[in-house]
Every structure is written in structure tokens, then in C-alpha cells.
């Protein structure tokens, strides 16, 4: 009985691959510039602040680069929208380095192959955009049925294990179901001939951004565990920007702290018992942006903020959208109770309940809290206990997937955040 083959789109185009981009992208950005410039003058290629440019923007752009894929792998991240800021952050270090060393660089040079990289690369993106889609090839038995939901994907249905399917940029089968003799031997032979095969769980997590919580298994929680080495790493990182922020800021801080006296009758900063690293309480350190009230209200209640809560102040409503409110937490990021980011910290009374209703909810408490997060940017605030399941799922995903990569997407999203508004109640 001969084979039936699914023929997909052919292999990786080259527009696609590494070497292509990255070598045309310091051919555009870098060398384009220097030519022109030698066209002029053929002498300016040996001056030392040409060569020191020349060497510095080969850094810069094959550190964004870096930057910009590693950002691009994480799911629903449309990196178009990342290649001007992350190139912005790369050739902006290096070159403020060479100021702050005072080497002599060409400025012409320096903007000529910023500019020249991010319209190489959004080019590339615009190019691409349909190039890029993943191309599955799905094994039936067990949960794999709500696989084709998941969008930006090409799935293909394997019918029989007599179907070959080419180019298929994976295999993807539930590995915890009973298949049968035909199926496992039709999973080791694409194995063997190079293409990856995905359990129906690793895939899902990697296109949805969140871990799904069924049970955690020694394997679960081993995977789970974050990187201690950028743990550390971090919290130092944290602490240093944390005192930075206080310094410079101390006058904006002073100035929105009399506003909020003045706009409403309470103290200017606001306290509250919240849970944390580890599982300790601890008090965080916010601009009140709520009225005070006299009347005996449900503890839980209170604890909640609601779409269109009558308790926010007007000068409230602005700091909560632009997230200045969460400015003084600084404070507790110097004493090393919180992060810039990781998961959201609760009030204690609602902590307590969502770990009677959610199980593992604790484990998510592995890592330091945060003003900002994975699961705020992605769902914004949620107080009902399904969509704080839901959050616990993009929480653990940021706890899998713990790296600088995931936290630097965060802070691009954050600050879209900052400007829309996402998430703010």
C-alpha cells in the first residue's frame, strides 16, 4: 500500500533564516553607510573614530538582533512591534558607553546605521509576514482536539499513519495517550528524519503564553522551578534601579503626594497587607488613589477594586491609568520584598481565599512579586476566582520561561501598557 503525502509549503525560506537577515542587516546598516561616506573621502576608512564606529555598531546591531528573535519567540508577540525599541536600547548602551569612555565616534555614522537596521528589519518583517507561519501536523488520540483553535498556525490532520507530511515544521501528538503500535512507530520515524516532534501540553504553552494546571508532577514542578543564578542577578538589577528611581524621581514623588493630599482628605500614600516572596506577608507601599470611607464594609469586598469603583478619586483615575500610583513601591523593592516584575501581589484576605479555592496557588509566591507582570500585560487586573485561574496559568508560564528575554518583553508591553491604559481599574 503506497504512502499518501501531504505536501506542505516548501522549507524555510531563506528570507527566514539567520545568516541571510543578520549578514544583510550589517551589510545595510553598517557597511552601506561606510561606503557612502567613503565615496566622499576614500581616506575617512582609516580614521580611528570612523573604525571605532564601525566596531561599535557591529555590537549594537548584532546585540539587537539577538534581542529582537529571542523577543519574537514568545507566543502572540508580534515583533514587528519590538524592533524599534529594542534597537533603540542596544545601539543607545553602546554608544553611551563610548561617550562616557570618551572615545571619538562619527555621529553620521552612529544614526546613519540605527536608522538603517530598523528599516531593514521592519522591511524584513513586512516581507516575511505571511512566510513565517507554523506548519503542524497533528497525531489523533487523546487531548489534541483543541489544538486547531489556537490561531497563527497551519494544522494539518494526520489521518492514517500511512500519511507522510513534508516540510511540516513539527509533529505534534498527545504523548500521554494510549496510541497504538502504528502511531508510536510513525512518531520515532519523523523523529529520526529530523522533524521535532511536541507533546499536545508543550506546544499549547508555547503559542498561548500560559502553563495549563492539571497537576503538578515531579517533572512539572522541576520545570517550574526559575533560574536561581538570574535570580539573583535580578534582584541586584532591581535594587540598583530601585535607588536610581528614588533619587531622581524624589521631586515627582514629592509633588504627587501633595496632590493626592490635596485632592481628596487621607494620607497621600496607601498601606496594605499583601503576600509575598515565599509565602511571607508584607506591607506594600502605594499613592492612595481611593477616598476614605467611614462605613464598615466586607473585608474581601473592600479588598477588590471593580470596573467603575465609585471609591477611586479623580486624581486616582489618572495614576492608576498611567500606573504611577505604583511609584513607592520602590520601597519595597529596596528592601527586597518585590521586583519590577513577576506575579501580582494580593491583599492577604484574597490571597488566602484564591489558595482555598485554586489549587497551587501558593507555588506561584516561588518568585518575587511584582509591579508589573506576564500575566498584567497579557490580562490585565482580574479579581473573580476563574479569571485568577486564568492569571495563575500566565503566572506560571512567566516561572517556567524565568529569563531576562521574558522580562525585557514585558517592559516593552508594559510601557504600551502605560500609554493605553490596559488592565486599569
Known amino acids: 500500500m503506497n504512502a499518501t503525502t501531504i505536501q506542505l509549503p516548501n522549507r524555510r525560506h531563506f528570507l527566514l533564516r539567520m545568516r541571510f537577515q543578520l549578514l544583510g542587516g550589517l551589510t545595510f546598516a553598517i557597511l552601506l553607510p561606510a561606503f557612502v561616506r567613503m565615496s566622499v573621502d576614500p581616506r575617512v576608512i582609516w580614521s580611528s573614530n570612523m573604525q571605532v564606529t564601525i566596531f561599535a ?15 519574537g519567540n514568545f507566543p502572540g508577540v508580534a515583533a514587528a512591534g519590538y ?3 529594542t534597537f533603540a536600547l542596544t545601539y543607545g548602551l553602546v554608544f553611551v558607553t563610548i561617550f562616557f569612555f570618551r572615545f571619538d565616534y562619527s555621529r553620521f555614522q552612529a544614526a546613519a546605521s540605527f536608522i538603517q537596521s530598523t ?12 512566510l513565517d507561519a507554523h506548519r503542524l501536523a497533528i497525531i489523533p488520540g487523546g487531548d489534541v482536539h483543541r489544538l486547531e483553535s489556537i490561531p497563527g498556525v497551519n494544522w494539518h490532520r494526520i489521518r492514517t499513519p500511512d500519511m507522510v507530511v513534508e516540510y511540516a ?8 495517550a494510549d496510541l497504538s503500535d502504528e502511531w508510536e512507530r510513525y512518531i520515532a520515524d519523523r523523529a529520526l528524519s529530523g522533524t521535532p516532534v511536541y507533546h ?6 508555547s503559542l498561548t503564553g500560559r ?3 492539571e497537576h503538578l508532577s515531579e517533572n512539572t514542578l522541576g520545570s517550574l522551578n526559575p533560574n536561581q543564578a538570574y535570580l539573583k542577578i535580578k534582584q541586584a538589577i532591581d535594587w540598583a534601579s530601585a535607588l536610581f528611581v528614588l533619587v531622581v524621581f524624589s521631586p515627582l514623588l514629592l509633588f504627587v503626594a501633595i496632590a493626592v493630599k490635596i485632592d481628596s482628605p487621607g494620607p497621600a500614600l496607601f498601606r496594605q497587607k499583601r503576600m509575598g516572596y515565599r509565602g511571607h506577608p508584607y506591607e506594600v507601599y502605594k499613592f492612595r488613589t481611593m477616598k476614605l470611607s467611614d462605613t464598615a464594609v466586607d473585608e474581601k469586598e473592600a479588598a477588590i477594586t471593580k470596573a467603575g469603583d465609585t471609591r477611586i478619586t479623580r486624581l486616582g483615575q489618572f495614576l492608576r ?21 513577576g506575579p501580582r501581589p494580593e491583599a492577604l484576605v484574597l490571597s488566602k481565599w484564591y489558595e482555598a479555592e485554586l489549587p497551587f496557588y501558593r507555588y506561584r509566591h516561588i518568585v518575587r512579586p511584582g509591579i508589573t507582570g506576564w500575566a498584567q500585560v497579557n490580562q490585565g487586573h482580574v479579581a473573580a ?26 517592559v516593552f508591553r508594559t510601557m504600551r501598557t502605560m500609554l493605553t491604559g490596559f488592565g486599569a481599574r
Open 321 to 341: 491609568k498611567s500606573r504611577i500610583d505604583e511609584l513607592p513601591q520602590a520601597f519595597n523593592i529596596l528592601r527586597g520584598e518585590m521586583s519590577w516584575i
Open 385 to 410: 476566582v476563574d479569571d485568577v485561574l486564568e492569571k495563575l496559568h500566565y503566572d506560571f508560564y512567566y516561572i517556567k520561561n524565568f529569563s531576562p528575554w521574558l522580562d525585557m518583553l514585558i
Open 211 to 213: 502553563v495549563e494546571i
Open 83 to 85: 524592533i524599534l525599541p
Open 57 to 71: 555598531a557591529f555590537i549594537a546591531h548584532a546585540t539587537g538582533y539577538s534581542f529582537y528573535k529571542r523577543i
Open 200 to 205: 499536545v501540553k508543550q506546544i499549547s504553552e
Open 169 to 176: 515544521t513539527g509533529v505534534v501528538a498527545d504523548l500521554r
Open 119 to 130: 528599516l531593514w528589519y521592519f522591511g524584513l518583517s513586512l516581507v516575511t509576514r505571511r
